[in-house]
């Protein structure tokens, strides 16, 4: 299984609004409505910030939003933060019955 | 509050088995619609999935690892065991446990991490 492909660095300065692509197959990201986005600082743990494709769970920023088209995810953060620096990684269930993620992105506050 | 923390040896040697624990709270293994994942991160680079375990004892592994992976529970001590065999340096990796939600057999999303353990591969 291939990990999905994303632009290995987006940056943006304070106020402004990003998007992170996520480019997979019909076998993973195109075919199922469970794509996942992780926010992971440098030497912290991932955190959940987007499930099923567009759902933020609970006490994550409404400045986080996901969509998809096809076989390509995006993750929008809006309204750019200091604290939104951090490299993102998408994921999607595969019809192969595993998990896969992607190539991580890493965000840059200008 | 729902913790997982992972334990292990910080170093094994190449060809050696690694046996990692997952030892959480929060939340019951034997409740329907729970499942434990492991993932690992080899330093600067990106999350790859390994395996997962169901409440109901049902088991996935990557595709490319699983003849070299075995995920068991033990529920009764809220533990996850991943063993992964004939490590070598390309292992080397921080490896997380972490909480996964499902919808029946799809894995859906991956909402509790543990702060992950580094193992070293190295003779």
């Known amino acids: 299984q291939s990990a999905l492909t994303q632009p290995a660095s987006v940056s943006g300065s304070p106020g402004q609004s990003i998007t992170i692509s996520c480019t997979g197959t019909?076998?993973?990201?195109?075919?199922?409505?469970?794509v996942s986005w992780y926010q992971q600082h440098p030497g912290k743990a991932p955190k959940l910030m987007i499930y099923?494709?567009?759902n933020r769970p609970s006490g994550v920023s409404n400045r986080f939003s996901g969509s998809k088209s096809g076989n390509t995810a995006s993750l929008t953060i809006s309204g750019l933060q200091a604290e939104d620096e951090a490299d993102y990684y998408c994921?999607?269930?595969?019809?192969?019955?595993?998990?896969?993620f992607g190539t991580g992105t890493k965000v840059t506050v200008l | 509050q729902v913790t997982l923390r992972e334990s292990g040896p910080a170093l094994v040697k190449p060809t050696q088995t690694l046996t990692l624990t997952c030892t959480f709270s929060?939340?019951?293994?034997?409740?329907?619609?729970?499942?434990v994942s492991w993932i690992r991160q080899p330093p600067g680079k990106a999350l790859e999935w390994l395996a997962r375990?169901?409440?109901?004892?049902?088991?996935y592994y990557s595709t490319s690892l699983k003849t070299r992976l075995t995920i068991s529970k033990d529920t009764s001590k809220n533990q996850v065991v991943l063993t992964m065999t004939n490590m070598d340096p390309v292992d080397t990796a921080t490896y997380y446990c972490?909480?996964?939600?499902?919808?029946?057999?799809?894995?859906?999303?991956?909402?509790?991490w543990g702060q992950g353990t580094l193992v070293t591969v190295s003779s």
């Open positions: 099923d494709v567009s």
């Open positions: 019909s076998s993973d990201v195109g075919g199922y409505n469970y």
């Open positions: 994921s999607s269930y595969t019809s192969s019955s595993s998990y896969v």
């Open positions: 972490a909480r996964t939600m499902v919808r029946g057999v799809i894995m859906v999303s991956i909402d509790y």
């Open positions: 929060g939340f019951s293994l034997s409740t329907s619609g729970m499942c």
């Open positions: 375990i169901d409440w109901d004892d049902d088991k």
